[in-house]
């Protein structure tokens, strides 16, 4: 009991600091019509090397500019772009499963790398960010090096109960009191589409072992020495040939936002 209260108290803090993400800030940035007509919002800064951010659930692009890895980059030199993934956002909120099915978050990523006239790029996800980028590991060659934050192995089962908890939770069902949490917040929250989360939730993609076992670019995963939420980081790294740990202090919701992660980062695409 005491493990679900701690759980749905962590998701509730997360939600939280979101909060302030969410809200609708001036735009900036651009549309880009993806395979499917869905818009997707973005932003570009900087001249250098391309380096793609990619936000957890519910978040938005504007959430990297809570952190020090967003400035740090357009400091460091590299050209910072951001997203809101669909349903998220600026960007369009279909409520159709075909919308969400079959990779749809990654090709709207290698889509707007494509219109952006990419021909290399570096990507940094965080939670749920980086079960997209993970995708985005066996699909876009582009991809000279790719950061996982915040995310274990679990993603990696189909099945993996969270997300199913999730899903349904989100479509009603009130038998799956670890997310409580998340659920109260989202209900909470009048920016938040709560069709469409329940459709990312439904079709977020899981990336099997056989398809990591063929990963030839660089990896780095971030953890929290405190984070707990998405299984084991070190079955991720044994996935992943190759691929680096590195611990940070902090535990889901505060580890992504800190300067060790911002560091981290940066020397790893150096």
């Avoid at 900087?46 to 380096?51: L, R, S, Y």
């Avoid at 920016?191 to 329940?198: C, G, H, Q, V, Y």
């Avoid at 084991?232 to 992660?261: C, W």
């Amino acid at each position: 009991m005491k493990k679900i209260v701690a759980h749905i108290t962590a998701f509730a803090i997360m939600m939280l600091i979101n909060s302030t993400v969410n809200a609708q800030q001036p735009a900036t940035g651009n549309f880009f019509t993806s395979f499917d007509g869905t818009k997707i919002y973005y932003e570009v800064k900087g001249e250098g090397f391309p380096v793609m951010l990619i936000h957890g659930f519910s978040g938005t692009g504007e959430g990297w500019k809570k952190g020090p890895l967003y400035n740090d980059l357009l400091d460091a030199g590299y050209q910072v772009i951001i997203l809101d993934q669909r349903g998220n956002g600026r960007s369009d909120k279909p409520h159709t499963d075909a919308a969400y099915a079959n990779d749809a978050e990654a090709k709207d990523i290698m889509g707007l790398a494509t219109s952006l006239k990419l021909k290399k790029y570096y990507v940094v996800g965080y939670s749920r960010g980086s079960i997209i980028a993970s995708r985005l590991l066996v699909l876009d060659k582009r991809i000279q090096k790719l950061v996982m934050g915040g995310m274990g192995d679990a993603y990696t089962n189909p099945d993996w109960p969270r997300r199913v908890h999730a899903y349904k939770a989100l479509m009603g069902d009130t038998s799956f009191h670890d997310v409580d949490g998340m659920v109260k917040y989202i209900h909470s929250n009048p920016l938040f589409d709560i069709t469409a989360l329940a459709l990312q939730q439904k079709y977020q993609p899981s990336t099997s072992k056989a398809e990591l076992a063929k990963v030839t670019i660089p990896v780095m995963i971030i953890c929290g020495t405190e984070d707990k939420d998405g299984g084991s980081e070190e079955g991720l790294k044994q996935m992943i040939p190759g691929a680096r740990l590195t611990y940070i202090p902090g535990d889901h919701n505060i580890a992504g936002k800190s300067v060790q992660f911002s560091s981290t980062v940066l020397a790893f695409l150096k």
